[in-house]
């Protein structure tokens, strides 16, 4: 892949290819095929971050040989999500991890320094929520965010979200995770002058419906600035954050 791009390179400083048409070609560079799986080598040029791998379903030797062919092509962070801990014991016999077994993820590599606008604050409604959100919180962290956790302020206890309008007031932005009904987005959005990702989980009784309550809830919010990902999608949230957090430094 490099000595590909390094033809193109060349072909800029020689002036028979435009920086434009170099532009495009480099995007459209394709994947790596390993047969079980195609790994996008270039989703950080075209996306600006690097593909994520999803753990749920792929045997440790899958996952292994992913890692190779990432770190084969020059990707030195890599994130792992769900991912059990019995599949990380053995992928880390192959590669130096660290395992996050609340958020269900794995890094490989160091965390980059955060390079984005601000902070991302991260709220949950309950101490329940927290798996999703640190999720959430990793992913940001991988991506090169500076994340604050603000754990367990739902609204059951208004005066716990309150206490804490500083934080909330002075993030670039913030994701709310409730379960239960959901609320707790809706009051962030009534009190944020920054956009808010709201995350539904699945966390509550029968009549939650796994979350679609909380969904519901959430999509329905009188808040404005206040946009709604998968129940559960704590990976979803953490990566719509980083680019929001972001936008301006990549438009600069």
Do not use: W
Request: hydrophobic share 45%; aromatic share 4%.
């Amino acid at each position: 892949m490099s000595s590909e791009i390094k033809q193109v390179l060349e072909a800029v400083q020689e002036g028979s290819l435009s920086v434009e048409e170099a532009l495009l070609k480099i995007r459209m560079k394709p994947f790596a095929d390993i047969d079980y799986a195609k790994v996008d080598l270039h989703r950080k040029v075209r996306q600006g971050a690097a593909e994520v791998i999803y753990g749920a379903g792929k045997t440790s030797s899958q996952i292994v040989g992913i890692v190779d062919t990432m770190k084969q092509n020059g990707q030195n962070t890599i994130l792992i999500t769900r991912l059990s801990t019995e599949v990380a014991q053995e992928v880390g016999k192959s590669h130096r991890l660290s395992y996050h077994k609340e958020a269900k993820a794995a890094v490989i590599g160091e965390l980059p320094v955060p390079d984005g606008i601000g902070r991302i604050v991260i709220a949950t409604g309950g101490t329940s929520d927290i798996p999703v959100a640190e999720e959430a919180a990793l992913t940001a962290q991988v991506l090169g965010n500076e994340v604050f956790r603000l754990y367990d302020v739902g609204v059951a206890g208004l005066h716990r979200t309150l206490a804490n309008l500083e934080h909330i007031m002075g993030a670039s932005v913030i994701i709310a995770i409730a379960g239960m009904e959901g609320a707790l987005a809706s009051v962030i959005g009534g009190l944020a002058s920054c956009p808010v990702i709201a995350v539904p989980t699945s966390v509550g009784y029968g009549a939650s419906f796994g979350g679609l309550s909380a969904l519901l809830s959430m999509l329905n919010s009188c808040a404005s600035g206040v946009a709604v990902v998968n129940i559960d999608n704590g990976f979803g949230a953490g990566y719509m954050a980083s680019m929001i957090n972001h936008i301006l430094l990549t438009k600069s």
